[in-house]
Each structure stands twice: as C-alpha cells, then as structure tokens.
C-alpha cells in the first residue's frame, strides 16, 4: 500500500511538471495510453494522479475522449491571486513563527541560489527553487490546512508564469522572492507578511500586463 501511494506521488509530481512547463499543451487531449508512456508510470499510479489534478482544475478527464489539459484562461489568474493573497501572508507567518534552525539555513542558501540563477538567466533552475521554496514554508508552517489550500493555487501559478514569462521581469521577482525569504529567516512575523504581500502584488501586475497585451 506505502509503495503505491508513493508511486502515484512521483507520478502526480512528474505530471505537474510537465503541465507547468507546458510540455503537456494547454486545452489539448491525450489518451490514457499516451500519457502512460509519457510519464513512464504504470495506469494505477497515473489514474490516481490525474483524478488528484482533475480535483484542482489543471486538467479534465473526459470519458471515452481522454484528458484534456486546461486551458490558461487570463482573467481566471486573478482570482486565484485574489485568493493566494490572504492565504500567503498567513503561511508566512506561520512558518516564520515555527522555523526550524536548520530551516531558516536553508532559506538563506535558497536566497543566495535564486540570485544565482537570474545572473545566468537559468529559468529551469528558477522555477525549482521556486517549488522548493514553497515546500520549505509548507513544511515549516506546520499548517496542513494552509497547505492544501495554497498548493494547487502555486501550480497554476507558476504555469501561468512559465507561459507568460516574457512579460515579466525575473530580475525584479527573484529580488521579492528572496526578500520574502530572508524575511522569513529573520523571525519577523511582520516583515514575512509585508514581503508576502509585495510579492504577491508583483504578480497581479505582471498578470494585469499579460491581459493588457492579449
């Protein structure tokens, strides 16, 4: 049982990262069996890991057609912002409050990483520390409640970003991604909530920029 819920995980992880990085096309339809080769995973892990991703709207399981990726709808990601917002300043805090030691190291060394990877314009490596980051607070927050509600609002944005990259700035949101961090690793509840919220205001006006353009 341990290892087939373990298996239909990677399968989920390793489905997630081919939607985010849109090697799985928005609003196309694949069929079971070629999903199965793509990912590599046997249909029991896979059916377990798009019923998880049907559940949180990155794509839809037709019957006898197949499974349609969702397609990136512009006017949607604000709402989703809207809700990110309260929920990731409380996330902040938590985990600011209950940061381990060896967490809060960490965090300064994903700082560092992150500036690292926009000197080389690394995206590939920018949005793992992005996920990884996200991981951290969950983790640190201890707040399974939180989590589960912020998760899924961080896949579909950060396939939102990966789409519309070239509107964005990653200079300018690895600066208030790494404040945020460091804010965290402070201990101050207050600057982790502030620098939450710039955060989080950074990506409505990246998303408002992509819908002016379109």
Not at 164 to 180: C, G, P, S, T, V
């Amino acid at each position: 049982m341990v290892e087939k819920l373990t298996l239909a995980q990677k399968a989920f992880e390793k489905l997630e990262e081919m939607i985010v990085n849109l090697h799985l096309k928005p609003g196309q339809v694949y069929s079971e069996k070629e999903l199965t080769q793509l990912l590599g995973f046997g249909r029991t892990p896979l059916r377990e890991a798009l019923q998880k991703m049907a559940n949180i709207d990155l794509l839809e399981i037709i019957p006898r057609r197949g499974i349609k990726i969702s397609e990136i709808i512009l006017y949607r990601q604000l709402a989703i912002l809207e809700t990110r917002r309260p929920l990731d300043e409380l996330i902040a805090k938590c985990a600011t409050r209950r940061l381990t030691d060896e967490q809060k190291q960490k965090l300064i060394e994903m700082a560092e990483e992150m500036e690292k990877a926009v000197k080389e314009s690394h995206v590939q490596e920018y949005l793992r520390l992005d996920h990884a980051f996200d991981e951290l607070l969950d983790q640190a927050s201890r707040n399974k409640f939180v989590t589960r509600a912020l998760d899924p609002l961080h896949i579909h944005c950060r396939r939102f970003w990966v789409a519309y990259q070239r509107y964005d700035n990653m200079d300018q949101a690895a600066i208030l991604h790494e404040k945020l961090m460091r804010a965290v690793a402070t201990g101050n509840e207050e600057m982790s909530g502030k620098a939450a919220n710039e955060l989080v205001d950074y990506f409505v006006e990246f998303t408002r920029k992509a819908l002016d353009i379109n």
